[in-house]
């Protein structure tokens, strides 16, 4: 089993900035594929970012530019950099790792992050 914890996120200015951290725990084998996504309210959850085990991300055309996303391999652990954050930024953000030996998909819990003057 792996278990994901998440930082808390957050109310934030539009403009503003905020960190995300998501630290992975278990089973966790090395080669995997650890990414954020989001859900809005009445809206079906998105792919914001991801970054697999050699650093290599991808973005949503929503974030590019804005959002960086990063992982610490010894620390299983991933990050979201959100920057100029907009209100429809809004939303629960979801840490997320595919682990490709189990062909397994493990979520956190979310946390949320409110955008909003």
């Known amino acids: 089993q792996v278990q994901l914890v998440e930082s808390r996120g957050g109310l934030v200015q539009p403009g503003g900035s905020l960190r995300l951290s998501c630290a992975a725990s278990g089973s966790v084998i090395s080669r995997n594929l650890m990414g954020w996504y989001r859900q809005a309210p009445g809206m079906e959850r998105e792919l914001v970012a991801t970054?697999?085990?050699?650093?290599?991300?991808n973005y949503a055309d929503s974030v590019k530019g804005r959002f960086t996303i990063s992982r610490d391999n010894a620390m299983n652990t991933v990050f979201l950099e959100m920057n100029s954050l907009k209100p429809e930024d809004t939303a629960v953000y979801y840490c997320?790792?595919?682990?490709?030996?189990?062909?397994?998909?493990?979520w956190g819990k979310g946390t949320l992050v409110t955008v909003s003057s």
């Open positions: 997320h790792v595919h682990i490709f030996l189990y062909g397994a998909d493990y």
């Open positions: 970054v697999d085990s050699g650093g290599s991300a």
